[in-house]
């Protein structure tokens, strides 16, 4: 757009223009609405497909009411891309979630991810990318209420921190997570926008935004690469359901509604359901990548080699092929080491192919089809049984934890007869149905699967909380994306599973992606200065040599320790300190040891106050929600109070984990903190 000389009022002509941008959405979603495809389908199928595509359109063209449509302009020295008179004035673009054009198909607002827009993340005044100003501008509700610039190329202007772009940080958070695209930092833009051939790590401590940046990597990755992984898919994996909930509407904001969402569980539980539960030793055991080496010997272990020759008789004529070549075939198939299932498949060509030679020097002429009868001929199909039998990887995983022969067969040299003994079945099923499976089982079954059969693999897969992963189900989720790339985000400092990993290399090499470039964001921007300082004590207990997060934000104030007197007492005072936080504005979050939540509960209800369960949306008028620590991953609230962090740290199996555990939910709050005790505090707190 030609930039214009401003009116005696710049508010109001920026005001017009978001009405004028708005009715041209709305234009934009009307003429895909109107559009009639009786004529242009071929059959039902293309109409529905069409018709999908369609419905899809619509809802991508949604004017989100109270999301700002756009947040910024970039008023360029130059034309872009194009010649220029000389003493003509640059170009000027709005930046928004989505693209916007007029009736004439010029635009009036310039999608955030088109390369014109990137300047308004990356320029500053050391180097201004050919941007004269860049105007911020703020909303209350879907109106447009001020605006803030910066005059990149004015040596005269001093540089400051901007009042808007704090304000949106620190806006009250109420409803689910909300997208960054307004706030994004120039070291959070170069991994957003960083290709998609390549697999990105992103080590983030609390607040620094790693959720936020993977989440716009992928509407990044869609807008650039579209119609590609629009064929091969996208996935974002995430820890648990309440999170995933939580996160669920940060790509429908920005346009994107095709991205599927699961755990790691759901990915793997589609064989199996999931019942039991084990013991963290066995669950460590089965996490490990040796139960891959493991399940491998025991598939292998059903190819028998042959001991009798095949023949195969057609009409009059009996055809022979000796033990010594089937044994051959077999041979080959073992070393060119291809899935166990497709081998399977190929036996039966391969035994047909030594018929057919046969046959031609025998002076016939067979074909393909004369290929495919002798395949499926008796003699072929009960030499392949005996030789190669079809593997079901339930039964297989099943008789490997439940028959203590079978297992030591297979990982004699691999496991120690004491982890051997750990994750046999106490009580063995007697079936695959009735067995009790636990999410690690769960786990080895789609390993063993993959074995049999290759598992489809997608275009891109992020992972976040990484850090908490086994090494088998890096490897559940490297499968699907072996093809394809992955966004990794994580912070080794809030690894609370007995398993999570040590280190970036480590999870890397288990996903099957060692050449992915490792990033560390270290700026907060979430939790105030003094909130994340305190819980940084924990780090040299939890995660030595990892560098502390740098908080841009001083909140005053933000962060109190209180000690109740009188552990009796404990129960009143943590709901005296929900109802004072209850007097902010925005989200209230009530974290306790997951063992304290039941008495918790019935206080908040004797006090008249109704919870939320984590990953429920708050609203204007519940704002409360109960969060039990195992589930606080992830979440964010404008205030947080802690219950009782000794009782936090004993909920779980061993001290550092404990502490790992205490230091996720100290840094969960955006606003404030308040931490009530009645036992002594972790002295690595004190």
Same mark, same amino acid.
């Given at each position: ?6 009116? =005696? ?153 901007? %009042? ?25 833009? $170069? ?15 609390? #607040? ?127 070393? %060119? ?19 057919? &030679? ?21 003699? &072929? ?23 203590? $022969? ?23 099923? %007697? ?33 976040? $909380? ?50 992915? !470039? &490792? ?7 979430? !939790? ?29 104030? =933000?962060?109190?320790?209180? *000690?109740?007197?009188?552990? *009796? #007492? ?8 929900? $109802?004072?936080?209850?007097?902010? *504005? ?68 061993? *001290? ?14 955006? =606003? ?15």
């Amino acid at each position: 757009m030609p930039a214009h000389e401003e009116s =005696s009022n710049p508010l109001v002509r920026e005001q017009a223009h978001l009405a004028a941008s708005r009715a041209a959405l709305r234009a934009m979603r009307e003429d895909v609405q109107a559009l009639d495809i009786r004529d242009v389908t071929a059959n039902w199928v293309n109409a529905a497909v069409l018709q999908a595509q369609i419905d899809d359109r619509i809802k991508a063209l949604a004017d989100l009411s109270h999301t700002p449509l756009f947040f910024g302009r970039l008023d360029y020295l130059h034309v872009v891309g194009g010649e220029q008179a000389e003493g003509a004035e640059g170009e000027r673009f709005y930046i928004g979630r989505r693209h916007v054009h007029d009736a004439h198909g010029d635009p009036m607002v310039i999608d955030w991810r088109a390369p014109v827009s990137q300047p308004f993340y990356q320029a500053s005044r050391n180097n201004p990318l050919d941007v004269g100003q860049r105007r911020r501008f703020g909303y209350t509700g879907g109106e447009l209420t001020a605006y803030e610039d910066e005059h990149l190329t004015d040596p005269a202007e001093e540089e400051q921190t901007s %009042r808007l772009l704090q304000a949106e940080i620190e806006r009250p958070r109420v409803g689910p997570m909300r997208d960054i695209v307004a706030t994004i930092q120039p070291e959070q833009d $170069e991994i957003v926008r960083s290709g998609l051939g390549g697999t990105v790590c992103v080590q983030g401590g609390p #607040g620094t935004g790693k959720t936020a940046v993977g989440l716009h990597r992928v509407a990044y990755l869609l807008y650039a690469h579209r119609e590609r992984l629009a064929r091969t898919g996208t996935l974002v994996v995430g820890p648990n359901r309440s999170f995933l909930h939580y996160i669920e509407q940060v790509l429908p904001a920005l346009g994107e509604l095709e991205v599927q969402q699961a755990t790691v569980e759901d990915l793997v539980a589609a064989r199996v359901e999931v019942r039991g539960t084990d013991e963290a030793a066995a669950a460590v055991i089965k996490g490990d990548a040796r139960m891959a080496d493991v399940l491998r010997r025991a598939i292998r272990s059903h190819v028998t080699p042959p001991t009798e020759p095949v023949v195969v008789v057609r009409g009059s004529r009996r055809w022979r092929v000796p033990t010594y070549e089937v044994e051959e075939m077999v041979g080959e198939l073992l070393a %060119r080491d291809m899935r166990y299932g497709a081998a399977h498949d190929a036996l039966p060509q391969r035994i047909a192919h030594a018929v057919l &030679v046969r046959m031609e020097e025998a002076g016939e002429a067979p074909d393909d089809r004369v290929q495919n009868s002798v395949a499926r001929n008796p003699a &072929v199909k009960a030499a392949v049984k005996a030789i190669w039998p079809a593997v079901d990887p339930a039964k297989l995983v099943l008789r490997l934890l439940t028959d203590a $022969e079978f297992l030591a067969e297979h990982a004699g040299g691999v496991l120690t007869e004491d982890e051997q003994k750990r994750i046999l079945m106490a009580k063995p099923a %007697r079936s695959v149905k009735s067995a009790k499976w636990t999410a690690a089982d769960a786990v080895l079954i789609d390993e063993a699967s993959d074995l049999v059969a290759r598992t489809q693999s997608l275009g891109h897969v992020v992972i976040d $909380e990484a850090q908490d992963l086994s090494p088998m189900q890096y490897r559940a989720v490297g499968r699907r994306c072996s093809t394809g790339s992955a966004t990794v985000l994580g912070d080794l400092a809030q690894g609370t599973t007995p398993w999570s990993t040590q280190s970036w290399e480590q999870a890397l090499f288990h996903l099957g992606k060692t050449d992915a !470039v &490792v990033e560390e964001l270290t700026a907060g921007f979430r !939790v105030p200065r003094e909130v994340i300082a305190y819980a940084s004590r924990l780090l040299p207990a939890i995660s030595p040599g990892l560098a502390p997060v740098e908080s841009v934000r001083e909140t005053p104030g =933000s962060l109190a320790v209180r *000690e109740v007197a009188d552990a *009796e #007492g404990m129960d009143a005072a943590v709901v005296a300190a929900c $109802e004072e936080s209850l007097r902010n *504005e925005g989200s209230i979050g009530l974290i306790a040891a997951d063992a304290r939540i039941p008495a918790l509960a019935d206080a908040l209800a004797a006090a008249g106050h109704a919870v939320l369960a984590p990953g429920e949306e708050t609203t204007a008028d519940s704002r409360l929600t109960l969060v039990p620590a195992s589930l606080a991953k992830g979440l964010e609230y404008d205030y947080v109070v802690l219950d009782e962090p000794a009782a936090v740290v004993d909920g779980e199996p061993d *001290e550092r984990t404990g502490l790992r555990r205490l230091y996720v939910a100290l840094t969960r709050a955006v =606003s404030g903190l308040a931490v009530l005790h009645a036992a002594p505090l972790p002295e690595q707190l004190a």
